[in-house]
């Protein structure tokens, strides 16, 4: 059957159901709707119709899987068009996914707080029109926790650059209320795409838990890392040290122009350690960068000895990134990247102000970075990594 046909086809079987059913069959004529975009979805992917012999072919139809999908209409029993030799799965369910997902989260995190089934039931009837009993809602949860677990689980491959940050969220622990630590980690693959590697709910950045942390990864297949883009937390660094002792290491530059503030003791220097420090940053090679450095503890050897000290020792663990690509230079000077990311978990999380324990904790931040994940891995290349180090023109998200 051709896809003009197929098209035809389709409006005269919702015709027909509008015909039997009138407005009661717009769950029937939503679900054929649904079923008829995903067969077209997959014949422009494989590129033939079906049983069309051409080379054009990107692979075959494989039968179907049945979805169920909430919807206002109802629950709708779908068909999921399967393929083999080639991956697939429609777009216009895409949307109705993430909702899903979202509404799981939702739910399960009304239950956690304390929310009542009742109130529970209220609201998703409300809003979505469906029915949800106390046992659907600690279904949802472990289908949660399983789905989150994995994904923070999965097995790594090879990235060729690692960044890692950490936020910090009140959760009620041990019968107390305690600012936790979340630490994460976010990748750049092979293919200049980014992705998030990992996420953990510690008590603190102590350098055992950032060990811990960072040995995961290992263990889960992280490998091929070229550099690391941190702040210099002194937890992190040791344990960055005895994990990952022969990679190179780049002190993120707007952290360490922050800690370089400290060291003007008068209101007036402040402005001018500042323009030193960007003018240092600015530098085109490492040479350069260098002769900077010294320069600048000469120029405040005097008025400012406590900085130029600390610049002398310091300095240096921001111009790593000198050494890499020049086109890759500027996302990595920095660990803004993770900053978004986590200003975007603050605005997740503002809601709650307070977790019942950990694990909800982690759940939530995982809805988040998961979302944000899938969003990298779909969207363009973070970095060009051709030989010419050429970058991509995508602003940074």
């Not at 067969?39 to 590129?47: D, I, Y």
């Not at 996914?97 to 089934?117: C, F, I, N, P």
């Not at 590697?197 to 838990?209: D, F, K, N, P, R």
Request: proline share 3%; hydrophobic share 40%; net charge positive.
């Amino acid at each position: 059957m051709t896809t003009d046909q197929q098209e035809s086809n389709i409006f005269e079987q919702i015709a027909q159901a509008l015909v039997l059913h009138g407005g009661d069959g717009m769950k029937q004529m939503l679900q054929l709707v649904f079923n008829a975009v995903m067969k077209l979805e997959r014949t422009h992917a494989l590129g033939a119709e079906p049983y069309e012999r051409t080379e054009e072919r990107q692979g075959y139809a494989n039968g179907f899987k049945d979805k169920t999908l909430n919807s206002r209409m109802g629950t709708l029993e779908l068909k999921v068009p399967q393929v083999r030799g080639l991956e697939f799965y429609p777009k216009c369910l895409e949307k109705g996914s993430r909702s899903e997902r979202a509404l799981k989260l939702a739910v399960a995190e009304m239950y956690l707080k304390g929310v009542s089934t009742r109130k529970v039931e209220a609201i998703t009837k409300e809003l979505c029109g469906l029915d949800v009993s106390s046992t659907q809602v600690s279904r949802a949860t472990k289908e949660l926790d399983e789905e989150f677990t994995q994904f923070r689980e999965r097995p790594l491959g090879e990235y060729r650059y690692l960044f890692l940050d950490a936020t910090y969220l009140n959760v009620r622990h041990q019968g107390s209320v305690i600012s936790m630590a979340c630490l994460i980690a976010y990748g750049v693959d092979p293919d200049g795409k980014r992705q998030i590697l990992g996420a953990s709910m510690s008590l603190s950045e102590a350098e055992v838990h950032w060990r811990e942390f960072l040995t995961s990864l290992q263990t889960r297949g992280l490998r091929g890392v070229r550099l690391i883009i941190s702040d210099d937390h002194a937890g992190l660094r040791k344990a960055r040290e005895a994990v990952f002792s022969s990679i190179p290491w780049q002190r993120c530059q707007f952290h360490l122009s922050q800690n370089a503030q400290a060291y003007a003791h008068k209101k007036e220097l402040r402005p001018l350690i500042a323009t030193a420090m960007r003018t240092i940053f600015a530098a085109p090679t490492l040479e350069i960068a260098q002769q900077l450095i010294k320069h600048t503890v000469a120029q405040f050897e005097k008025q400012a000895p406590q900085f130029a000290k600390w610049l002398e020792e310091n300095g240096e663990e921001g111009l790593t990134v000198l050494t890499f690509p020049a086109a890759h230079q500027k996302r990595l000077r920095t660990t803004n990247g993770l900053e978004r990311v986590n200003r975007e978990i603050k605005r997740r999380t503002r809601v709650a102000v307070l977790f019942p324990n950990p694990e909800s904790a982690l759940r939530l931040v995982t809805g988040v970075i998961s979302e944000i994940h899938d969003e990298w891995i779909t969207g363009k290349a973070y970095l060009n990594m051709n030989p010419d180090g050429g970058e991509t023109q995508e602003k940074a998200a």
